[in-house]
């Protein structure tokens, strides 16, 4: 059964650092892109970043580039998300997710073939 765990999450205040982490199993995703997506309430989810099967070339919302950074190791299967100079409105569920690696469509939800089942992240104030 392919899973993905997510792991890192929890209560910071502004400006502060979390790092999340997204372990993969039941399959190897070393020709997957990997991403993560988070999901305000109220609000539809919406794309943060996302990392090629190679970790060659990365992407990121405009909202997070230059505080988060995505990485990744085959070797564990896992994917990694720094985030510095936490904000507010950062807070939301955070989700990674696994897509084959052809195609583009980093940034789009439906292209993404697996799924996390969510991680908290709360920034205060």
């Known amino acids: 059964q392919v899973q993905l765990v997510e792991s890192g999450g929890g209560l910071v205040q502004a400006g502060g650092s979390l790092r999340l982490s997204c372990a993969a199993s039941?399959?190897?995703?070393?020709?997957?892109?990997r991403g993560w997506f988070r999901q305000a309430p109220g609000k539809e989810r919406e794309f943060v970043a996302a990392?090629?099967?190679?970790?060659?070339?990365?992407y990121y919302a405009d909202s997070v580039k230059g505080r988060f950074t995505i990485s990744r190791d085959n070797s564990k299967n896992t994917v990694y998300l720094q985030m510095n100079s936490l904000k507010p409105e950062d807070t939301a569920v955070y989700y990674c997710?696994?897509?084959?690696?052809?195609?583009?469509?980093?940034?789009?939800?439906?292209?993404?073939?697996?799924w996390g089942q969510g991680t908290q992240v709360t920034v205060s104030s």
């Open positions: 039941g399959r190897t995703f070393s020709n997957y892109a």
């Open positions: 990392i090629m099967w190679n970790g060659g070339r990365t």
């Open positions: 997710a696994a897509k084959n690696d052809y195609g583009g469509g980093y940034a789009a939800p439906n292209r993404y073939d697996y």
